[in-house]
């Protein structure tokens, strides 16, 4: 019988196991398979575990994509219907959509509700996409202040500056570090808690001096933010709780 361990991997700033099964039969390589949300990697029973890591940071993308494809396949989609809920910095609105005869597209927060303009005399499919672009529209446009004044903050805390930030619609990662020193972040960490937002914030930052996820690194992060793993928990809870948009 086929004996199992666990290993540890970071994808996207979360914390993630894999189950490491040794083979006692005559398999000669390495395999990846991903059955639900549970990453298996099979191995010949005598590999050792350097070898394993190493092969698992190989396919850290890969793995990554697998697990979003389960996860979009799995997870709620928003529909952009009149009383539906939508996240901005950790709290929840009910979204109001506002039937006028033009297309401004206008959105607004008000008295704890997103308040959507959207044009009466279109079919319903054409209604919901045009919510959702503007409601996407305005969400990038918050998160190119919020983010921009964490990252302030927490590079003057740290004594690391990016040479640039910016924000993009980012499909496998939060955020992304350059060796050239330019770090990106993807638009919808804005619907996440502050407090979550500086965590993916600190742990780019942090990348500028350690470009890995060697023990050096995580001692760098940890002397910034003590709480962390407490933080990438909470960050992986919300992100397996978090609505999904529809496709374009």
């Not at 490491?20 to 639900?36: D, E, G, H, L, N």
């Not at 303009?117 to 279109?122: D, F, K, T």
């Not at 407090?195 to 690194?217: G, K, M, R, T, W």
Request: aromatic share 8%.
């Amino acid at each position: 019988m086929a004996a199992s361990e666990v290993g540890r991997l970071e994808i996207d700033g979360r914390q993630m196991q894999y189950r490491i099964v040794r083979s006692a039969k005559r398999q000669k390589t390495m395999a990846i398979q991903i059955r639900r949300r549970v990453v298996l990697v099979r191995v010949p029973a005598i590999t050792s575990t350097r070898r394993i890591t190493r092969f698992v940071e190989s396919r850290r993308d890969w793995i990554a994509d697998k697990l979003a494809e389960v996860e979009a396949a799995q997870g709620a989609r928003h529909t952009y219907s009149d009383g539906e809920i939508h996240d901005y910095l950790g709290r929840r609105y009910p979204l109001k959509v506002v039937a006028v005869s033009s297309e401004a597209g206008r959105v607004k927060l008000d008295r704890g509700k997103f308040l959507v303009e959207a044009p009466l005399l279109v079919t319903i499919e054409r209604q919901k996409r045009f919510i959702q672009e503007n409601l996407r529209n305005w969400y990038y446009a918050r998160a190119q202040v919020k983010i921009a004044q964490v990252v302030r903050q927490v590079a003057g805390r740290v004594g690391l500056e990016p040479k640039k930030i910016a924000i993009k619609d980012l499909k496998r990662s939060w955020g992304i570090c350059r060796s050239n020193g330019n770090i990106s972040f993807c638009w919808r960490l804005v619907l996440a808690p502050p407090d979550l937002i500086e965590y993916i914030v600190l742990h780019e930052i942090c990348h500028l001096e350690q470009l890995n996820h060697s023990p050096a690194f995580y001692r760098l992060v940890e002397r910034y933010q003590p709480d962390y793993k407490e933080r990438a928990a909470r960050f992986a809870r919300w992100v397996a709780g978090l609505a999904l948009d529809e496709p374009n």
